[in-house]
T-cell receptor
Framework: GQSLEQPSEVTAVEGAIVQINCTYQ??????LSWYQQHDGGAPTFLSY????GLEETGRFSSFLSRSDSYGYLLLQELQMKDSASYFC??????????FGSGTRLQVQP | DTGVSQNPRHKITKRGQNVTFRCDPI?????LYWYRQTLGQGPEFLTY????????KSRLLSDRFSAERPKGSFSTLEIQRTEQGDSAMYLC????????????FGPGTRLLVL
């Protein structure tokens, strides 16, 4: 089976940088995705890492180390609208994504 | 809007009743997924279609659950003899066959079983 671990809550202030870590265990691995979900909303795709290294998309960056079974999502210049839950999810090649339990990010003024 | 749509958005039913949800994926997407999400948890995979073929079902999908995608476009998820434990958000997602598995989610159907 697969399992993912990520912190349950993170708090940061507006304008700061925050890193949300994700470690995983899986027998098959194609890539690591990150999704954002606001309360009552749908999960929204943020990024996908298949290879080691850093992928940057605007204020958000995502990192993957396949050898360490570890990734993180980096959010820079935090804004109040970034308050949401963030999920890492692994693609094992079976098409279904396996999601972590999510990290609730609270951005404070 | 060309995103994934789901209907109804909310459903309240009594235990023992049957319910059916509909998902309309992004039009050019050939893959469609159903997930279930409970409060404080990430989405859990239920089942997956490629075109009209149901290729995978989770062990979470008991025999009271059935899903169809008759013409490879929209899909329905039916729950028979609902139980209180079925109360959850039911999410539909779609994707297009490619090397990267990027799934786009609909707004979900929130089910409450009384």
């Amino acid at each position: 089976g697969q399992s993912l671990e990520q912190p349950s809550e993170v708090t940061a202030v507006e304008g700061a940088i925050v890193q949300i870590n994700c470690t995983y265990q899986t027998s098959g691995f194609y890539g690591l995705s990150w999704y954002q979900q606001h309360d009552g909303g749908a999960p929204t795709f943020l990024s996908y890492n298949a290879l080691d290294g850093l992928e940057e998309t605007g204020r958000f960056s995502s990192f993957l180390s396949r050898s360490d079974s570890y990734g993180y999502l980096l959010l820079q210049e935090l804004q109040m609208k970034d308050s949401a839950s963030y999920f890492c999810a692994i693609d094992t090649g079976r098409r279904a994504l396996t999601f972590g339990s999510g990290t609730r990010l609270q951005v404070q003024p | 809007d060309t995103g994934v749509s789901q209907n109804p958005r909310h459903k309240i039913t009594k235990r023992g009743q049957n319910v059916t949800f509909r998902c309309d994926p992004i039009s050019e997407h050939n893959r469609l997924y159903w997930y279930r999400q409970t409060l404080g948890q990430g989405p859990e995979f239920l089942t997956y279609f490629q075109n009209e073929a149901q290729l995978e079902k989770s062990r979470l999908l008991s025999d009271r659950f059935s899903a169809e995608r008759p013409k490879g476009s929209f899909s329905t998820l039916e729950i028979q003899r609902t139980e209180q434990g079925d109360s959850a958000m039911y999410l539909c997602a779609s994707s297009f066959s490619s090397g990267q598995e990027t799934q786009y989610f609909g707004p979900g159907t929130r089910l409450l079983v009384l």
